[in-house]
């Protein structure tokens, strides 16, 4: 069994990126993120229409946080900055030492391998230092750019789930796509 806790926040660093806890300062940033409706396409929110909404979700980011449910990261430009995305790792089970990857990336950063550069990184965070046998994702089909984000990273497409998750009142098909920890290498 692993044990889960994030305390104090694990701050993660790659060539361009800064990985570090999403704060109220950077409400700007996640609001022009969320409340793009791209970028909320495939995704599980409707896209937010007001600060406020954007600040919930900080607020749900830090309670989920306390209570060792899910890790979300803010996905930073070195050199700038800017919080140009979201990376979430939940849906832990301790016992079989298996968790979920999520992720959302600004419309306009789209294509520059952010996405791919903050999956390996946090796969190694999840594999070494929380143990994690098996990390996977769910990737909605027709969100190719998912697909080959992780395929990249080194996952393998498992399959598909029908109509496993409600998404925005619709049951929609799952991708299965996941990587072991013996599978992975840096």
Not at 124 to 151: C, H, M, Q, W
Request: with cysteine; charged share 30%; glycine share 6%.
């Amino acid at each position: 069994m692993i044990q889960i806790d994030f305390k104090p926040f694990p701050k993660l660093e790659t060539e361009r990126l800064l990985l570090r806890a999403i704060e109220l300062s950077d409400v700007d940033d996640l609001f022009e993120i969320l409340s793009d409706p791209v970028v909320a396409e495939n995704d599980y929110f409707y896209p937010v229409d007001s600060k406020e909404k954007a600040i919930s979700f900080i607020e749900r980011y830090h309670r989920e946080l306390e209570n060792n449910e899910e890790i979300t990261w803010g996905i930073i430009l070195k050199e700038n900055q800017k919080l140009i995305g979201t990376f979430c790792l939940g849906s832990f089970d301790k016992d079989a030492k298996r968790a979920e990857i999520g992720y959302a990336i600004s419309q306009e950063q789209w294509g520059k391998g952010y996405a791919t550069e903050a999956t390996k990184q946090i796969l190694s965070y999840g594999f070494k230092n929380l143990k994690l046998n098996r990390i996977e994702a769910t990737i909605t089909p027709g969100n190719d750019s998912s697909v080959k984000v992780l395929e990249k990273s080194g996952f393998e497409r498992e399959g598909l789930v029908r109509q496993r998750d409600l998404l925005k009142g619709k049951l929609v098909d799952g991708i299965i796509m996941g990587m072991l920890a013996s599978e992975f290498m840096e």
